[in-house]
């Protein structure tokens, strides 16, 4: 086990009509910005139940924050934010409403372009409170302190690391009318970020593993049953808790992380305009082909305690988990190869010229340069 | 899943040399009381380490919290540290010395006599700032809210609510020296306290249940071979963060709760001394013998997953997972009988007594009364 610092101060507030809680954990001299994407929440009675919530606050509101959310928007919110002197933030929606009100927050007091504090990665300085509603389970943007941000002109897609939610409201209930597809995003999503904290080496923490294995069981076992009753609230419930622990540091103490998928996902995303989630379906299997060897004993691991595979040589039991993977990836409703959404060699080229521009390498080894992201992708073909 | 809220802001700082971060934490211009149990920690090296890291610090020391913590020596506490003005704690010990200076911690901002601060059951009122230094995995103390104070006058024991501490200090290399002893207590109090979150009906969070049977997974795995080799540091880590895991909160969220064979243990200390993790080692599997009708599908569950018990009836199953259990906390040193450790039918009527006078009824069902708890002792013979 590494040496670790964890903290998670979010205050997690989840179950049925909860969103009615609201007001206990805004104070009522705030002057509240309200920040959506788009009108889903005016459907499936997310807004009104927040508006009742909020009865009597001041609140102005901000639609229209984007999936894979944009410097360009948020720079919008920033400008109404500042010049209605908003001193709160009430995200509604997913990850990516999430990430940008992060992006908000950050910007609302600094004096700069927010595109710097992006590029910053790591933003110390201080923020607006902010606090989330979730609609779509998948990123754990929720309970973490991180976002992600695209800046259209440049098609470039970037992570930056800011301040936790002061807190959430999860109600399973808002999951029920989710699109399939977004549902699918969400399952791969939290399967692929417990993923970039398990499949790395064996033995570094046997409770991690566990918890990163718990979360990947869980997710085997409500995938297929969500499918076919997507309005079951014990379901939906272990789902959206799943997502939200994935990604909240509880299964990273002191374990080494990868990462190389998310960052070959951006680049798919930024280039293509695919889902988030989508692309990890894509290139998630193609890491764990490209680097057997590296993973080889945590891919026999997850096969047998993930997928129930204890017989075979080694190499037919890293198959075996590899394969199990891609397919249930694909029996959420995701493709997983790049041919099947028309993406072809000029991608790779770009993807490696990228990575080899900013001199970077991905992985628990810090080997996924962009040769080796070329390799990847040339595996998902 | 029940409807829940979920926070816990302790900073964990876990990991071999971390004592020495401890001046990053307390700010340098607060008057520290260091809280101390018996002296091993100037055998082990940690007073060393604590010192040497508060250099420059203005600190006094409080010493003699002894296991289950009295009101009569934490009076003391209090009335030194109002006399010194002290306005930050710094709790170096197991769960007992941590307890004992969380309730310190109120004392000093409160102007009655403590015990009364014990008998509100949540103290709700402002306390001192209180870090800890760990030196026993067990009680999870030092990720939690909570703390058990005995007053010896009266032979009683009772738990209390207050404030999380500030930031934890987990370094396993300081488990290496403890006495085998409290390494199984320790291990059987992980293991209950797991439990009491676990050990009551099936299907209310298919992640809390793989996160509880992680804890339990890892501990069946590590405890033999803790007896082998304690100075293994993977281990003592796995162990050590194992034990702050199975009672911060983590494997609770929107779950039933027992806490009946806490309840009943507590009195066996109270009236005969016992190790804390030694009463549960008795009284836990008497608690599913009695219960097993209510408890029987997760009996099962927890047979499967954590003892791979797969075949023959479902009373048998049932038997199997409970010998299993008992198996395990005579395995790791402890015994399991009233019998092997002299207590009489005299206790069993004080404990029955005790409830039936306190008017209480425990277990997630709450009908753990006086009789059932005699039930329960009676199965433990």
Same mark, same amino acid.
């Given at each position: 086990?590494?040496?670790?610092?964890? =903290?998670?101060?979010?205050?997690?507030?989840?179950? #049925?009509?909860?969103i009615?809680?609201l007001?206990?954990?805004?104070? *009522?001299?705030?002057?509240v910005m309200i920040t959506f994407g788009?009108?889903s929440v005016k459907?499936n009675?997310v807004y009104d139940q927040v508006k $009742?919530a909020l009865?009597?606050?001041?609140t102005?509101e901000f639609w229209?924050i984007?999936?894979?959310?944009? @410097? $360009?928007?948020?720079? #919008?919110?920033?400008?109404?934010?500042?010049?209605? #002197?908003?001193?709160?933030l009430l995200a509604v929606g997913g990850?990516?409403v999430i990430?940008?009100t992060?992006?908000?927050?950050?910007?609302?007091?600094?004096?700069?372009?927010?595109?710097?504090?992006?590029?910053?990665?790591?933003?110390?300085?201080?923020?607006?409170?902010l606090g989330t509603v979730l609609t779509l389970?998948?990123?754990?943007?929720e309970? &973490?302190?991180?976002?992600?941000?695209?800046?259209?002109?440049?098609?470039?897609?970037?992570?930056?690391? *800011?301040?936790?939610?002061?807190?959430s409201i999860?109600d399973?209930?808002v999951?029920? *009318?989710?699109?399939?597809?977004?549902?699918?995003?969400?399952?791969?999503?939290?399967?692929?970020?417990?993923?970039?904290?398990?499949?790395?080496?064996?033995? =570094?923490?046997?409770?991690?593993?566990?918890?990163? /294995?718990? @979360?990947? =069981?869980?997710?085997? $076992?409500?995938?297929?049953?969500?499918?076919? &009753?997507?309005?079951?609230?014990?379901?939906?419930?272990?789902?959206?808790?799943?997502?939200?622990?994935?990604?909240?540091?509880?299964?990273?103490?002191?374990?080494? =992380?990868?990462?190389?998928?998310?960052?070959?996902?951006?680049?798919?995303?930024?280039?293509?305009?695919?889902?988030?989630?989508?692309?990890?379906?894509?290139?998630?299997?193609?890491?764990?082909?490209?680097?057997?060897?590296?993973?080889?004993? #945590?891919?026999?691991?997850?096969?047998?305690?993930?997928?129930?595979?204890?017989?075979?040589?080694?190499? /037919?039991?890293?198959?075996?988990?590899?394969?199990?993977? /891609?397919?249930?990836?694909?029996?959420?409703?995701?493709?997983?190869?790049?041919?099947?959404?028309?993406?072809?060699? $000029?991608?790779?080229?770009?993807?490696?010229?990228?990575?080899?521009?900013? /001199?970077?390498?991905?992985?628990?080894?810090?080997?996924?340069?962009?040769?080796?992201?070329?390799?990847?992708?040339?595996?998902?073909?």
């Amino acid at each position: 086990m590494n040496n670790f610092v964890f =903290q998670n101060p979010v205050k997690l507030i989840m179950g #049925k009509g909860m969103i009615s809680e609201l007001n206990k954990e805004i104070p *009522s001299d705030k002057r509240v910005m309200i920040t959506f994407g788009g009108g889903s929440v005016k459907k499936n009675g997310v807004y009104d139940q927040v508006k $009742e919530a909020l009865k009597g606050y001041d609140t102005i509101e901000f639609w229209g924050i984007e999936p894979n959310p944009s @410097i $360009e928007t948020l720079r #919008k919110a920033i400008e109404l934010g500042k010049k209605e #002197k908003v001193d709160f933030l009430l995200a509604v929606g997913g990850g990516s409403v999430i990430d940008g009100t992060k992006l908000i927050a950050a910007g609302l007091l600094y004096d700069g372009d927010a595109w710097e504090l992006v590029q910053k990665r790591f933003i110390t300085s201080d923020t607006v409170p902010l606090g989330t509603v979730l609609t779509l389970p998948a990123t754990g943007s929720e309970m &973490n302190y991180g976002g992600v941000i695209t800046r259209k002109e440049t098609k470039e897609k970037y992570g930056f690391m *800011s301040h936790f939610p002061v807190f959430s409201i999860l109600d399973p209930e808002v999951t029920f *009318s989710l699109p399939p597809h977004q549902i699918a995003c969400g399952i791969v999503d939290t399967f692929t970020h417990t993923l970039e904290q398990y499949m790395t080496t064996t033995g =570094q923490s046997r409770l991690m593993d566990r918890w990163a /294995e718990g @979360i990947l =069981q869980t997710l085997v $076992e409500v995938a297929p049953k969500i499918k076919e &009753n997507q309005h079951d609230y014990q379901l939906m419930a272990d789902f959206m808790l799943s997502a939200t622990m994935a990604l909240n540091g509880f299964i990273a103490m002191g374990v080494t =992380q990868d990462w190389a998928t998310h960052m070959i996902g951006h680049e798919l995303t930024a280039l293509h305009g695919l889902s988030h989630g989508h692309t990890l379906a894509i290139v998630g299997p193609g890491t764990m082909r490209v680097l057997r060897e590296a993973k080889g004993d #945590k891919l026999i691991q997850y096969g047998e305690r993930v997928w129930n595979i204890t017989s075979g040589t080694r190499d /037919e039991r890293i198959d075996a988990a590899i394969e199990c993977t /891609e397919k249930f990836f694909r029996s959420v409703g995701l493709t997983t190869r790049l041919s099947e959404e028309n993406i072809s060699g $000029e991608t790779i080229d770009e993807i490696e010229r990228r990575f080899n521009e900013r /001199e970077v390498a991905y992985g628990e080894n810090g080997n996924v340069t962009g040769a080796v992201a070329r390799q990847i992708l040339e595996s998902c073909i």
